[in-house]
T-cell receptor, first 112, second 114 residues
Framework: EAGVTQFPSHSVIEKGQTVTLRCDPI?????LYWYRRVMGKEIKFLLH????????ESGMPNNRFLAERTGGTYSTLKVQPAELEDSGVYFC??????????FGPGTRLLVL | AQSVTQPDIHITVSEGASLELRCNYS??????LFWYVQSPGQGLQLLLK??????LVQGIKGFEAEFKRSQSSFNLRKPSVHWSDAAEYFC????????????FGTGTRLQVTL
C-alpha cells in the first residue's frame, strides 16, 4: 500500500510568487492534515480536512494560504503571495477515524 | 491549550548504550500520545502511540514508552541503541478524539557514536 505522497519535494521561489503544494493521502483515509515546520521551531498544525470539508483551520497563519481538497481525495495548499517567513517544511498526514496520523516526506519550501 | 515539552534538544549516546528521551505534556484530559522519528531526508515515521490501557507501550524498532499520568510524562526508551537510530525524535499529543490535530514538541536530535 502506498504511503502519503507529497509534491514537489523541494521548491525555491522568490518573494511575491505563488506556490502550490500537493498531497496525496493513503487511499481510504478520510482525514487529511497539513503541518509546517519553520527552521528551528516545532512542527505546527495548519488545518484538517474530513473528506472534502475543512474540519479545523485554526492553524492557518493568514489569508495568503488557501487549502483545498477536491472530491475528498488529494489536497493542495497554495501560498499566494509567498513571503520570506513562509519558508519551511510542509508536511501532510492522513488517518482513518480510529487511527494514527501517517506523514508524507514533506515539501521543503524556500522563499528568497 | 495543550503543549509538549522536550527538554533535551540534542543527545549523544554510544552505540549499545541505553536511551531515554524525555517528553512532558500539558493537557486537560487523558491525552493521546505519540512518538515520531524523522531520519535524515525522510518524513515522519510513527514509532508508537498511547491511547488507553497499559501504560507501557511497545513500538517499532525496539522502542517503548511509558505513560505516567502523575508526572505528565511519556518518555521514550530503548535498551540498546544502534547507529541507525540517529535521527530526530518528536513527541506529540492529540486532542479529544483520535482524529484531532497533533501538538508537537520541538524535537530531540539523537547522535550515536560508534
Amino acid at each position: 500500500e502506498a504511503g502519503v505522497t507529497q509534491f514537489p519535494s523541494h521548491s525555491v521561489i522568490e518573494k511575491g510568487q505563488t506556490v502550490t503544494l500537493r498531497c496525496d493521502p493513503i487511499s481510504g483515509h478520510d482525514n487529511l492534515y497539513w503541518y509546517r515546520r519553520v527552521m528551528g521551531k516545532e512542527i505546527k498544525f495548519l488545518l484538517h480536512f474530513v473528506k472534502e470539508s475543512k474540519q479545523d483551520e485554526s492553524g492557518m497563519p493568514n489569508n495568503r494560504f488557501l487549502a483545498e481538497r477536491t472530491g475528498g481525495t488529494y489536497s493542495t495548499l497554495k501560498v499566494q503571495p509567498a513571503e520570506l517567513e513562509d519558508s519551511g517544511v510542509y508536511f501532510c498526514a492522513s488517518s482513518q477515524d480510529t487511527g494514527s496520523q501517517y506523514f508524507g516526506p514533506g515539501t521543503r519550501l524556500l522563499v528568497l | 491549550a495543550q503543549s509538549v515539552t522536550q527538554p533535551d534538544i540534542h543527545i549523544t549516546v554510544s552505540e549499545g548504550a541505553s536511551l531515554e528521551l524525555r517528553c512532558n505534556y500539558s493537557y486537560g484530559a487523558t491525552p493521546y500520545l505519540f512518538w515520531y522519528v524523522q531520519s535524515p531526508g525522510q518524513g515522519l515515521q510513527l514509532l508508537l502511540k498511547y491511547f488507553s490501557g497499559d501504560t507501557l507501550v511497545q513500538g517499532i524498532k525496539g522502542f517503548e514508552a511509558e505513560f505516567k499520568r502523575s508526572q505528565s510524562s511519556f518518555n521514550l526508551r530503548k535498551p540498546s541503541v544502534h547507529w541507525s537510530d540517529a535521527a530526530e525524535y518528536f513527541c506529540a499529543v492529540g486532542g479529544w478524539s483520535t482524529a484531532s490535530k497533533l501538538t508537537f514538541g520541538t524535537g530531540t536530535r539523537l547522535q550515536v557514536t560508534l
